[in-house]
């Protein structure tokens, strides 16, 4: 059985009162609490953000403008993972 591990960041966000209640208004219209409305929104962004983006076309965007996270790894595992990706180095 194969079983996926969806791994998440927590982040604490503050909110404008007046836009609090308002999406707060939105997600009980949508049947649904507001933090899953703020996640679906923000996953609704970033689709909308990635749509036609391939995979590789994706890493090199997020390496380039989101490098948080990146930890130094050796160059062999770093070629492979390219490798997997199909990215080509000049």
Not at 56 to 64: Q, T
Not at 77 to 82: V, Y
């Amino acid at each position: 059985m194969d079983t996926a591990i969806k791994l998440t960041k927590r982040k604490v966000i503050d909110i404008p009162e007046d836009i609090f209640r308002f999406l707060s208004v939105k997600a009980a219209m949508q049947g649904t609490n507001l933090k899953r409305y703020i996640e679906s929104l923000l996953a609704k962004d970033v689709e909308d953000m990635v749509a036609g983006m391939d995979d590789g076309e994706a890493y090199r965007w997020l390496s380039k403008h989101e490098p948080d996270g990146h930890v130094k790894v050796g160059e062999k595992e770093k070629q492979d993972f390219e490798n997997w990706l199909g990215i080509e180095r000049k």
